[in-house]
């Protein structure tokens, strides 16, 4: 202890990362509130010290020690305000957990984030990856976010137009460290239509009367369709998809086509949205392992710590992924999860 704040010395990070990757930060503050956060910064600042906020790790890579605090977001609560007819408002703290939050939101009867079951890590991480899957982004239902912004030092707001939201991205991304997100609004609705055109959800549903489903029961197939698809990190550490969906341009789209005519792709506004899982198995690395890491077999867009594996590890297999789709396929792939430490 600090004084009135919780600081670990030399703190092991194995358990606070999805890839369960053995590193240690200098110093680990617990963060339960904006308070906590202040005198936090306060105090690193005044050893001269660099922060990482961590929220529930599922985003990121160790390539090795973090030599500064880690403030560890653990900013609780969940609550409903301007509840109005079927729409309302669900507030939650940063450190909430999200999937928990999905299945409270379907089992009160909301819908808007049922398709975003399961997705590993806390609220506060979500804007910042606008995570998505299913069709759904978190941008369809974010009204705001509450922040500390570090360069003003003070509280502040964001509409969700604000947060300059896109596929994988936002302001948080583009300006990382400036704000730390402290809870999120996220308007949902009892009678919003369900999105339920993705082909493995319709495959899933089979003859089910769709008219006739809960958010609940939209929740639930959605982890039926992930367990049979994704490893659950706690039995296999990763950390969720590596990889961007590259999105190209139509005239670089029709050249690939012609050349491999079964690409998977997905039309979007910028032009043509590729399947990154698709163009990693048929660069034949689906299931590829080494000794201590390697990629899921059924899921390419997945790197597996099989065994102790060091972040440089993980590190060095996704290069190996992405020099073979780009001489393969002539295809960049972005890697998803941030790196903390020297590569």
Excluded at 34 to 43: K, M, P, R, S
Aim: charged letters at 20%; hydrophobic letters at 45%.
């Amino acid at each position: 202890m600090n004084g009135a704040l919780s600081v670990t010395e030399h703190a092991d990070l194995r358990e606070l990362n999805t890839l369960a990757i053995a590193a240690r930060a200098r110093y680990l503050i617990r963060i339960a509130g904006v308070d906590d956060l202040t005198a936090a910064l306060a105090w690193a600042e005044a050893r001269e010290l660099d922060t990482l906020v961590l929220g529930g790790g599922s985003n990121l890579v160790f390539a090795g020690d973090f030599d500064g605090a880690v403030l560890h977001i653990q900013i609780r609560g969940r609550h409903w305000e301007k509840v109005n007819g079927d729409d309302a408002v669900l507030v939650l703290g940063a450190g909430e957990n999200w999937h928990e939050a999905v299945l409270y939101a379907a089992r009160s009867g909301y819908r808007g984030i049922e398709n975003l079951a399961l997705i590993p890590g806390t609220a506060g991480a979500a804007p910042v990856q606008n995570i998505g899957a299913y069709g759904v982004e978190l941008g369809d239902t974010l009204v705001s976010v509450t922040a500390l912004d570090r360069v003003t030092r003070g509280v502040v707001t964001l509409a969700a137009g604000d947060c300059q939201l896109g596929y994988r991205d936002s302001l948080f991304k583009r300006q990382p460290g400036r704000y730390i997100i402290l809870e999120l609004r996220l308007k949902l609705s009892r009678s919003l239509p369900l999105k339920l055109d993705y082909r493995d959800l319709q495959d899933y549903l089979g003859d089910t009367d769709v008219n006739a489903l809960t958010p609940l029961e939209v929740a639930e197939a959605v982890m039926a369709v992930r367990h049979r698809k994704l490893p659950d990190p706690a039995v296999l550490p990763n950390a969720g998809s590596f990889f961007k969906n590259p999105v190209i341009n139509q005239v670089a789209f029709e050249r690939l086509q012609e050349r491999f005519p079964g690409v998977v792709f997905y039309p979007v506004e910028q032009g043509v949205k590729l399947a990154a899982a698709w163009l990693i198995d048929q660069a034949g690395w689906k299931g590829f392992r080494n000794t201590r890491v390697g990629i899921h077999n059924r899921q390419a867009l997945v790197l597996i710590n099989h065994s102790g594996g060091s972040g440089a590890e993980v590190l060095a297999l996704a290069d190996e992924v992405r020099r073979s789709v780009q001489e393969t396929f002539g295809v960049e792939l972005e890697m998803e999860p941030g790196v903390v430490g020297a590569r």
